[in-house]
C-alpha cells in the first residue's frame, strides 16, 4: 500500500514538472534577429551599432557586435514591417529593410 502512494506522488511530481515546462514554452510572445556583421573582406566588426525599428510604431531596439561581430536582438515584437540598420564608424551605414518576424522566430540577417 504504501508503495502504491509513493508511485503515485512520484508520478504526480513527473506530471508537475512536464506541465510547467509546456506552459514556459507557450508563454513566448516575441521573436529574435541575430547575425554577425562583417567587413568586405568577411572580417567581424566588434563594436558596430545593430538597430532594428519597427516601422508602424517607431519603437526601436538595439545592440552591439561583440568580438567576434555576432549579434543577439531578442523580445522583439512580432509582426513588421521590421528595418535593420547597420553603423560603424569609418564604414558607410547599411540597411535591410521590410522584414517581418512571426512569433518565437529568430531571424538570421
Same mark, same amino acid.
Given at each position: 500500500?504504501? $508503495?502504491?502512494?509513493?508511485?503515485?506522488?512520484?508520478?504526480?511530481?513527473?506530471? @508537475?514538472?512536464?506541465?510547467?515546462?509546456?506552459?514556459?514554452?507557450?508563454?513566448?510572445?516575441?521573436?529574435?534577429?541575430?547575425?554577425?556583421? !562583417?567587413?568586405?573582406?568577411?572580417?567581424?566588426?566588434?563594436?558596430?551599432?545593430?538597430?532594428?525599428?519597427?516601422?508602424?510604431?517607431? !519603437?526601436?531596439?538595439?545592440?552591439?557586435? %561583440?568580438?567576434?561581430?555576432?549579434?543577439?536582438?531578442?523580445?522583439?515584437?512580432?509582426?513588421?514591417? @521590421?528595418?535593420? !540598420? @547597420?553603423?560603424?564608424?569609418?564604414?558607410? $551605414?547599411?540597411? %535591410?529593410?521590410?522584414?517581418?518576424?512571426?512569433?518565437?522566430?529568430?531571424?538570421?540577417?
Amino acid at each position: 500500500m504504501s $508503495k502504491t502512494i509513493t508511485n503515485f506522488f512520484a508520478s504526480l511530481i513527473l506530471l @508537475f514538472i512536464l506541465s510547467a515546462n509546456s506552459l514556459i514554452a507557450q508563454s513566448i510572445t516575441s521573436a529574435a534577429i541575430y547575425g554577425t556583421v !562583417t567587413d568586405v573582406n568577411g572580417n567581424p566588426l566588434p563594436g558596430a551599432n545593430v538597430i532594428a525599428t519597427h516601422v508602424p510604431t517607431g !519603437t526601436t531596439y538595439g545592440t552591439t557586435t %561583440r568580438a567576434n561581430g555576432d549579434y543577439n536582438l531578442p523580445g522583439l515584437r512580432v509582426g513588421g514591417p @521590421f528595418t535593420l !540598420t @547597420f553603423s560603424y564608424i569609418g564604414f558607410a $551605414k547599411q540597411e %535591410r529593410t521590410d522584414l517581418y518576424l512571426q512569433l518565437s522566430q529568430s531571424l538570421r540577417q
